[in-house]
């Protein structure tokens, strides 16, 4: 695995499309404009009280803030306002999102990989992870694993190699959408993996695609320089820049941005994310990414580098720089993996989190043998509850826990999520049909305890629905789902 191929070398050639980049050029310049960024955080280094609430009420009113307000916020120093910040995070996430988390599972399908981050255990020139490929037979029995469980989401992780290009990833979201057993199925499946030219994004498009994520990793040119070498396929930086512009233009209207916080100053990471977040804007009628993720640098085997990550982010700055987030672009989701401890998760996810993963296992192939394989593994998590303990704790705190795909399967994305989000009927469409895939998983999946405590939520929930009719309307098809109906929708 640590050398490459001649047939490698020639595959790798034909990836990059390097007008696929420039046409989204200004002036010759990408948008992680480092004079900007550095001078704004600069400008905005000793924030007075005022400013910081006069942008905390800007956020508030579900307005994108501006670089310098974003800027101000990371570099405020008063206690008293971050828990300011904190409270208004989860009022922004319940004006726009309601009291609701959508939950998903990670399914790593492959893990060969050409390139060499220092920070992944799949680089190629790692000898100690075992090199996995699932075959259909496989992702089947995977599939059947996650679903038995109550999943209904998926996002499908690949590394970067000729043996899972467009064509593998198509057919392999083919044989998970096909996997289907009683109610048990998969009904959204959203892609991680390397950038791909936009015919091949159209490729997913046609499949029917979820979300198409691509982090960034560092918006920094220097350290991506020094964490990516330059003669791989992930060395080159723009290509990934635009990876998501690339998707758009393709059809797959939602496109999840993120950073891997550890590589290098958290505060550029957030200031370049909002960056991003207005490009995508500004190319695309005012639709940004539908998903925002923060992982922070994990562990991995044999991986020295992530033993010393030269910017740590200690818990207290991931709850500020995730409150940050929330508070610059309110209609964004925005995922919290569990690659956090669950000590973590409690204290993040009122902040703004409107999307978590459970019951997480990332070593390839291993929900079916149901092990913890390190040496099968991109990372180490640390969240590794099942999926009804996470579901049975945000109960406690109140929380519904999604499974609805119903927005995707209508068309609801990109522009038209946006419109559904900004005209408040994420509470008229979006929290009763979460409220519905809930009911189904707690008759379907949940413990008598869960099930208990779930049913008495989701009545506190029908009767905080805005008018009767809606109450109703709700409150009968509920009634069939208790009668054994399944994905029933508005
Ligand atoms: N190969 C594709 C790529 O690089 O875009 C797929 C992505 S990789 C399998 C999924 C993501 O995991 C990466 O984009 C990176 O942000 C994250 N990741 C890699 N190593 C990590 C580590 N040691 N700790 C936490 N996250 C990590
Ligand atoms: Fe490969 Fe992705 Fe890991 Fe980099 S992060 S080594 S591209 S799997």
């Known amino acids: 695995?640590?050398?490459?191929?001649?047939?490698?070398?020639?595959?790798?050639?034909?990836?990059?499309?390097?007008?696929e980049v420039e046409k989204y050029l200004r002036n010759g310049r990408d948008f992680v404009d480092e004079e900007l960024i550095f001078g704004e955080l600069e400008a905005n280094r000793n924030p007075d009280d005022s400013r910081v609430r006069e942008i905390i009420a800007k956020s508030l009113e579900l307005e994108r803030l501006d670089p310098s307000e974003t800027a101000a916020l990371l570099n405020c120093r008063n206690d008293e306002l971050w828990?300011?910040?904190?409270?208004?995070?989860?009022?922004?996430?319940?004006?726009?999102?309601?009291?609701?988390?959508?939950?998903?599972?990670?399914?790593?399908?492959?893990?060969?990989?050409?390139?060499?981050?220092?920070?992944?255990?799949?680089r190629r020139e790692n000898t100690a992870v075992e090199r996995v490929r699932l075959t259909d037979e496989q992702i089947r029995d995977e599939v059947r694993a996650l679903?038995?469980?109550?999943?209904?989401?998926?996002?499908?992780?690949?590394?970067?190699?000729?043996?899972s290009g467009v064509d593998f990833i198509a057919d392999t979201l083919k044989v998970v959408y096909a996997t289907k057993s009683g109610h048990n199925e998969i009904r959204r499946a959203n892609v991680n993996a390397a950038p791909l030219c936009t015919d091949d994004l159209r490729k997913l498009a046609e499949v029917g695609i979820g979300t198409f994520q691509v982090f960034q990793e560092t918006y920094h040119h220097e350290t991506y320089r020094k964490v990516h070498p330059p003669d791989t396929l992930k060395g080159n930086m723009l290509w990934r820049l635009y990876s998501l512009h690339r998707a758009m233009d393709a059809g797959v209207d939602d496109v999840g941005i993120g950073a891997l916080f550890g590589l290098y100053d958290y505060r550029f990471e957030v200031m370049a994310l909002l960056l991003h977040t207005m490009d995508l804007e500004e190319h695309f009628g005012g639709v940004g990414p539908h998903t925002i993720s923060f992982p922070r640098l994990e562990p991995a085997v044999n991986t020295p580098f992530t033993g010393n990550p030269a910017h740590v982010v200690d818990d207290e700055t991931f709850k500020k720089l995730v409150a940050v987030i929330r508070l610059s672009v309110p209609y964004t989701g925005m995922i919290l993996t569990a690659r956090e401890p669950e000590k973590v998760r409690r204290d993040v996810i009122p902040v703004?989190?409107?999307?978590?993963?459970?019951?997480?296992?990332?070593?390839?192939?291993?929900?079916?043998?149901?092990?913890?394989?390190?040496?099968?593994?991109?990372?180490?998590?640390?969240?590794?509850?099942?999926?009804?303990?996470?579901?049975?704790?945000?109960?406690?705190?109140?929380?519904?826990?999604?499974?609805?795909?119903?927005?995707?399967?209508?068309?609801?994305?990109g522009h038209y999520f946006m419109d559904v989000a900004k005209s408040g009927k994420v509470h008229t469409l979006c929290m009763p049909n979460a409220i519905l895939t809930f009911a189904e998983y707690l008759d379907d999946y949940a413990s008598p305890e869960t099930r208990r405590k779930g049913w008495e939520l989701i009545r506190k929930e029908l009767s905080n629905l805005p008018g009767e009719e809606l109450r109703n309307k709700v409150a009968g098809l509920l009634e069939r789902v208790r009668e054994g109906e399944r994905d029933i929708y508005l």
Not at 394 to 412: H, W
């Open 1 to 19: 695995m640590t050398e490459l191929s001649h047939a490698d070398r020639r595959w790798i050639d034909t990836v990059i499309k390097p007008d």
């Open 83 to 122: 828990n300011e910040m904190f409270t208004a995070g989860l009022e922004i996430k319940r004006k726009v999102y309601g009291r609701r988390i959508v939950f998903f599972a990670p399914l790593y399908i492959s893990n060969y990989c050409v390139n060499n981050c220092a920070y992944c255990a799949f």
């Open 147 to 163: 679903t038995a469980r109550g999943h209904k989401r998926l996002i499908m992780v690949y590394g970067e190699h000729p043996t």
């Open 352 to 413: 703004g989190i409107t999307q978590l993963d459970a019951g997480s296992n990332i070593g390839v192939g291993c929900y079916s043998t149901d092990e913890r394989e390190d040496e099968k593994e991109q990372f180490s998590l640390s969240d590794t509850r099942s999926l009804e303990e996470v579901i049975s704790d945000l109960v406690d705190l109140g929380m519904i826990t999604s499974f609805c795909t119903a927005g995707y399967r209508c068309g609801r994305t």
